[in-house]
């Protein structure tokens, strides 16, 4: 049997690394997608890929122009395409919303018109967010509940969730969305509140930092883990026929509470260092965000095993190894956490 190829835009992020590295191991040829400056640049703007990278053959490519697409599709010509790659934090969102649009849209317009046009066996995975649902109104959200987005984020997934699956009822694409929920890792970016809070916690501990500055703690996200959530892309590619899936843990979990355990897993009462800063609240603030994933259970296999309080110690306990405190278990002092 021959060899599969994978193409993954966004590789250099938390999912695209994880993704990339799980596919290696299922004996994939895996091409990745990456701005020319990350090749510049390797040791900062590829660093999620430290590990992988000698397996990896990477392409200098903008999702903003349709012709590097068409000539990366052209060359590596992929069974599997995943398409991971967005302006993919919130609240930058807000700041710049039509750079947002324009690249999120278009990016995903232009591969899908590339593959049908070079690659039309090609299976296509969009990464849809339960930002799409956004000002829900039901709860918990699956793949039949309508989309209010709440940020041009959450606008640019909806449109790139309606031109997936328009490519795959007109053109008979094997295309599919995920629509996952916030997933986490100790490969998170630094901008997103969870690593936000983790690498804070871990600055507090080694005596460089004082407080942590938070927006909205009643915020509420169902929360699971980047390294499981990847697997259900890969599982809806290898379905014989495509769909769309909600991936989520059922669960749902305040910023109060991860910031209470992150912060009592070192020892640490959060209510001494957590000071909150209005000006860190989104324009329109998505209050409760939870899925069903009972399609996903079903028709899939998937599950997650990764708990709530196992991911938040992994990324505490990963911060503070970055500053040289080492593997650390919870003092006796530390608070319990509550709800």
Known sequence: MPQKRALITGITGQDGSYLAEMLLLKGYEVHGIVRRV?????????????????????????????????????????????????????????????????????????????????????????????????????????????????????????????????????????????????????????????????????RIRAGKAKELRLGNLDAKRDWGHAREYVEAMWIMLQQPAPDDYVVATGETHSVREFAELAFAYAGLDYRKYVVIDEALYRPSEITLLLGDSTKARRVLGWNHTIGFEQLVREMVANDCRLLGLGDFAPTATAPAPHS
């Open 38 to 202: 990350a090749l510049e640049d390797p040791e900062n703007r590829l660093n999620r890929l430290e590990a992988a990278r000698s397996q990896l053959k990477l392409h200098a490519a903008s999702l903003e122009s349709y012709a590097s697409l068409h000539q990366v599709v052209d060359q590596v010509r992929p069974d599997e395409c995943y398409h991971l790659a967005a302006q993919s934090y919130v609240s930058y969102s807000f700041d710049d919303e039509f750079s947002t649009l324009q690249t999120n849209i278009n990016g995903t317009h232009y591969l899908l018109a590339v593959l049908k046009n070079l690659a039309p066996e090609c299976r296509f995975y969009f990464a849809g967010s339960s930002e799409m649902f956004g000002k829900a109104d039901q709860a918990p959200q699956n793949e039949l509940t309508p989309f209010h987005p709440r940020s041009s984020y959450g606008i640019s997934k909806v449109a790139g969730f309606q031109l997936t699956r328009n490519y795959r009822e007109a053109y008979g694409l094997h295309a599919s969305s995920g629509i996952l929920f916030n997933h986490e890792s100790p490969r998170r970016g630094y901008e997103f509140v969870t690593r936000k809070i983790t690498a804070g916690v871990a």
